[in-house]
């Protein structure tokens, strides 16, 4: 494929739902990968007016560097930085009825991405892509859903008062700092 053709299938199957997608990266990465030898041209096209356009293949490297990233990547988990967790980390600093409110808003904002995506992929499936082709999009779903229960669940027991709730500087945090050796703070 050429970069072009590249990024319109990805944003055709949403991989750019999993992935920061933009043109100018996608044509630096492709410089790159052909630079280290990963991807090599294999023919040039012109189709009237348009500018012309080199496709790739991948080479034996390439191939090579691809399967032990995928492994990576499947096999160790990473850190990761969600900003939600972020927000968890400090919700203490608003009032119950304040944070409450947030994750319910959340939990409907989550069941509108999730029907999102199970709209695209009854869509996709619809148009004979195999579930393998979508397995990302059937696990962004049950990682929505997992957060979803687990918010309203979370919500549920702020409305109800069953966490404990000290809003601001007194939340109980104090606890969690580190000692600095003895008669420090």
């Given at each position: 494929?050429?970069?072009?053709?590249?990024?319109?299938t990805?944003?055709?199957r949403?991989?750019?739902?999993f992935?920061r997608?933009?043109?100018?990266?996608?044509?630096?990465?492709?410089?790159?990968?052909?630079?280290?030898g990963?991807?090599?041209?294999?023919?040039?096209?012109?189709?009237?007016?348009r500018?012309?356009?080199?496709?790739?293949?991948?080479?034996?490297?390439?191939?090579?560097?691809l399967n032990?990233?995928l492994?990576?990547l499947l096999?160790?988990?990473m850190?990761?930085?969600?900003?939600?967790v972020?927000?968890?980390?400090?919700?203490?600093?608003?009032?119950?009825a304040?944070?409450?409110?947030h994750?319910?808003?959340?939990?409907?904002?989550?069941?509108?991405?999730?029907?999102?995506?199970?709209?695209?992929l009854?869509?996709?499936?619809?148009?004979?892509?195999?579930r393998?082709?979508l397995?990302?999009?059937?696990?962004?779903?049950?990682?929505?859903?997992?957060e979803?229960?687990?918010?309203?669940?979370?919500?549920?027991?702020?409305?109800?008062?069953?966490?404990?709730?000290a809003?601001?500087?007194?939340?109980?945090?104090g606890?969690?700092?580190?000692s600095?050796?003895?008669?420090?703070?």
């Open positions: 494929m050429h970069p072009y053709e590249m990024a319109s990805m944003r055709l949403h991989h750019d739902e992935i997608l933009n043109f100018g990266t996608l044509y630096h990465t492709v410089d790159v990968l052909e630079r280290n990963w991807i090599a041209s294999v023919e040039r096209e012109k189709e009237g007016r500018p012309e356009r080199t496709i790739y293949k991948l080479t034996d490297s390439g191939r090579q560097v032990r990233t492994g990576d096999r160790k988990p850190r990761e930085y969600p900003h939600f972020a927000g968890l980390m400090f919700m203490h600093h608003l009032s119950a304040e944070a409450a409110g994750l319910k808003e959340r939990a409907s904002l989550l069941d509108a991405q999730i029907a999102k995506f199970n709209h695209v009854a869509e996709l499936r619809s148009q004979g892509v195999t393998l082709a397995i990302e999009i059937e696990h962004k779903i049950a990682m929505l859903d997992a979803r229960k687990w918010v309203r669940k979370l919500e549920r027991e702020i409305t109800d008062g069953k966490l404990e709730w809003a601001g500087i007194d939340s109980g945090h606890k969690l700092r580190r600095h050796g003895p008669g420090t703070h």
